[in-house]
């Protein structure tokens, strides 16, 4: 057993400094001179030639062949079954000893294969026997699958039975060189492992940066989908104001809603402490109020557009009737931060404040907070009630946008996809639960979102602090509408930009609409001006849409009325006796302003909760 | 003619169960956010599914050519990887060992046809299993900083479209392995396994 092993240790100190020494060109004479054939030397010859060259080892080599010559017998050889001749023509040195190896255990294979089929004498040489039989240490020492290639498992052709033996060589030797290298890394030659290799959507905690490629594939199937025979124009909007007015004192803080423009067209403003009207016709301007020492935080006109409601640094709210020039009642949210965000649903007034709550108040009620949600974790800067009633959004300085059931004083939706504050908040006039929401200065995109499933319908990246959206509208020469969101925003462009909504390209961009950036805008009346107002104390109005078409609009908004009334039925009642609570809240304010409570109001007010 | 039908007839259902459980895994594990799934109704089960359309679209291309494949029985193994962002590191590994049972290979044993509420029910006892399995695996912190990739082990010889191209086996380092159970089709048997850093 002790000699076995002491054999093997020999036989593997051979077997390396044999294969250390020899270089592949050597090989390749080798193996050459022996695929002439005609003599079975070679092996012998060519390993003393090794071995000579081999000034370490050699004596040591020496001393053990002859102890060894003893052992010869002893020792079972393994059985070659390996058919390929070498002959590998490799001159990097970079598959040195796998090749080499091969071209060993290959020599040997040969030789015994070959001894059949040419009939060749084996070496008979006592000599040559114990040359090879010391060599032949070498292959028990190897993996002997290695060299078990076979063609048929690897699915590659074998060379036509009629083309020269040379070519079958190069086959066969292509396939153990093929096979080996595979073996080598580690690998199954018959089978690939294949990547994926488009990368997969940012998951929504991160978003990508804007990427113009990938913009234009998506606009690019968009436009396929619909089938547009003419391309998107570009629109041109008017880059000049329509008129400039100056706003001293205008508070440059983006959590605060200072405008409000109402259907009867008077623009609220507040500048600091004071609360101005300006009327749209005339171009009047009255000074409402003006509280001195405590800032206004926000405006908002009512949907009657006969009152407005202020929101205070101090966490008051108060109405005010615009016909009378009075106030009608102050609603304490007794939270004493700021109220910078308010949105009415007829009676129903929701305050955003700056600790993240949501106040709904009924204007009619002496306790007027009938419900308080408290899910945001930052400032409220955004509130606004879908038309139906059903739903309100509201965004915050979170990063949060969340969609309320307004039945249940639960959040629908909460979408953390923004990653900045969310202001602008606006609801599709034309789809009616879709809902476009824009981040701020870290943020820069619009999202829009279904507010009925939750799904994400798109996102628009604008490069800017995204402080207002609005939905408007152009037709194209055919009198197409194309359905259209105005942008405003801050760094670097101060600009006003137009998206369209189904392709979500820009269509157009007035940069430096202002000095600094735009904190708040408002859509006139009739849908066409854009009233902007920034940190340069100026207000402006563009005019970025097109006027209604009201001919086109009613055939379309019939038959979306009755879509309406088919999928939601309850949206469609509200909005039909939402005409007298309109009528009912303008008598109850003015009954709560004189402090009595009237009981049939009350019942009339949870019962439009309860709706 | 018939075998045909039965081929895609199981193909579909493997690459439905595919669908099914790479949702599931993504969610499961946090690579998307949770807000971007919806559930459905799925095997008697509820799973959750992606409604972002960016990344339905993503799932759907790469089935699409798994499908391909499954059909003309050149793929037998699809490996979802949830890779570390930063580090470019696997952290996980689901395997999808797909045999085909009707290839020549194996065409001497015969099979009696399977019904197809076994089938159903092996997947959903599978899906549990993948649902569970979150309870053994590392939680996978910082929530947001994972992407994954999707692996197709094929025969030499398939078809390969550009978006695709040969990668190494993305082993998990240190990896332990979990096997789970196996569903099989008229035609296919497909088992799961995932491996984690342990």
């Excluded at chain 1, 294969?19 to 060519?46: C, D, Q, V």
Aim: net charge neutral.
């Amino acid at each position: 057993m002790l000699d076995h092993n002491n054999k093997s240790k020999l036989a593997h100190n051979a077997n390396r400094s044999v294969l250390s020494l020899t270089s592949p060109a050597k090989l390749n004479i080798m193996s050459s001179e022996w695929s002439r054939g005609g003599h079975g030397k070679i092996g012998k010859r060519a390993l003393r030639r090794t071995h000579s060259l081999n000034s370490r080892s050699l004596k040591n080599a020496e001393a053990h062949l002859e102890s060894e010559k003893g052992f010869i017998p002893s020792y079972a050889r393994p059985k070659m079954s390996i058919s390929a001749p070498p002959l590998v023509r490799r001159s990097s040195s970079f598959f040195k000893e796998e090749v080499e190896r091969n071209d060993f255990s290959r020599i040997r294979g040969h030789s015994s294969s070959s001894a059949c089929s040419n009939s060749r004498p084996a070496p008979q040489d006592s000599d040559d026997m114990h040359m090879v039989s010391n060599d032949r240490f070498i292959p028990s020492l190897q993996n002997n699958s290695q060299t078990k290639v076979d063609p048929m498992a690897l699915k590659e052709d074998l060379p036509p039975p009629n083309a020269s033996p040379s070519t079958h060589l190069r086959a066969q030797t292509k396939l153990v060189f093929k096979q080996t290298v595979a073996e080598a890394c580690g690998l199954d030659i018959n089978q690939r492992i294949l990547q994926y290799m488009p990368q997969p959507p940012v998951a929504s905690f991160k978003r990508q940066n804007y990427s113009i490629s990938r913009r234009t594939h998506y606009n690019y199937q968009q436009c396929q989908q619909q089938n547009q025979p003419e391309l998107m124009k570009l629109r041109k909007i008017n880059s000049n104001p329509e008129r400039i007015l100056d706003a001293p004192g205008y508070q440059d803080d983006f959590y605060l809603n200072l405008l409000s423009w109402s259907s009867k067209n008077f623009l609220a403003i507040a500048l600091e402490t004071a609360l101005y009207l300006w009327n749209g016709s005339s171009g009047e301007v009255t000074m409402l109020v003006d509280y001195k020492d405590t800032k206004i935080t926000s405006v908002v006109w009512s949907d009657d557009d006969c009152h407005i409601s202020v929101g205070k640094e101090d966490g008051n709210t108060e109405i005010w009737d615009i016909e009378t020039m009075s106030l009608v009642r102050t609603m304490r949210s007794n939270l004493g931060v700021r109220i910078g965000a308010q949105s009415w649903l007829e009676t129903l007034v929701a305050t955003g404040s700056r600790s993240g709550e949501i106040q709904i108040n009924d204007v009619r009620l002496k306790k007027h907070i009938v419900s308080t949600w408290a899910e945001h974790s930052g400032e409220i800067c955004g509130l606004s009630y879908k038309k139906d009633g059903l739903q309100l959004a509201s965004g915050g300085n979170d990063n949060t946008v969340m969609i309320w059931d307004t039945r249940i004083s639960m959040p629908q939706w909460v979408k953390r996809t923004h990653t900045a504050a969310v202001k602008a908040l606006s609801w599709c006039p034309y789809i009616p639960n879709v809902l476009a929401t824009g981040g701020g200065q870290t943020d820069k995109h619009i999202q829009l979102w279904n507010s009925t499933t939750g799904s994400r319908l798109g996102s628009i990246s604008t490069g800017s602090q995204v402080s207002s959206l609005h939905w408007g509208q152009s037709y194209s020469s055919t009198g197409q509408m194309n359905r259209e969101i105005v942008a405003t925003g801050g760094n670097p462009g101060n600009a006003i930009s137009v998206f369209n909504y189904d392709t979500k390209f820009k269509i157009a961009e007035i940069v430096h609409a202002h000095e600094s950036r735009i904190c708040c805008s408002q859509l006139s009346p009739d849908g066409t001006t854009l009233a902007t107002v920034g940190g340069d104390e100026n207000l402006k109005f563009y005019k970025v849409f097109e006027p209604r078409r009201k001919n086109k609009r009613r055939t379309k908004g019939v038959a979306e009325d009755v879509l309406n009334l088919f999928s939601h039925r309850s949206s469609g009642l509200s909005r039909m006796d939402s005409g007298d609570c309109l009528g009912d809240s303008q008598s109850d304010v003015e009954t709560t302003n004189d402090g009595n409570e009237n009981p049939s109001s009350s019942q009339r007010a949870s019962n439009f909760l309860i709706r | 003619m018939s075998q045909s039908i039965s081929l895609r007839g199981s193909t579909r259902t493997v690459t439905e169960f595919f669908e099914c459980s790479i949702n599931s895994i993504l969610y499961q594990r946090g690579v998307y956010s949770q807000d971007d799934f919806t559930t459905v109704k799925k095997y008697g089960l509820t799973l959750l599914k992606t409604q972002d359309d960016d990344l339905k679209a993503y799932i759907r291309v790469i089935l699409l050519q798994v499908h391909k494949w499954l059909i003309g029985q050149k793929c037998n193994k699809l490996v979802l990887c949830i890779v570390d962002k930063d580090e470019c590191e696997v952290i996980e590994k689901w395997a999808f060992d797909v045999v085909h049972l009707k290839n020549e290979k194996f065409i001497e044993e015969d099979h009696e046809p399977l019904d197809p509420s076994e089938t159903q029910n092996q997947i959903r006892a599978l899906i549990r299993q993948i649902t569970a399995s979150v309870t053994f695996l590392p939680e996978l912190t910082n929530e947001g900083n994972y992407t994954f990739n999707v692996l197709a082990y094929t025969d030499a010889n398939a078809k390969v479209p550009l978006e695709w191209s040969d990668s190494d086996s993305k082993e998990v380092t240190n990896a332990e392995t979990v096997k789970f159970k196996t569903f099989a089709t008229n035609d296919h048997k497909v088992s799961a396994q995932v491996s984690y850093k342990h």
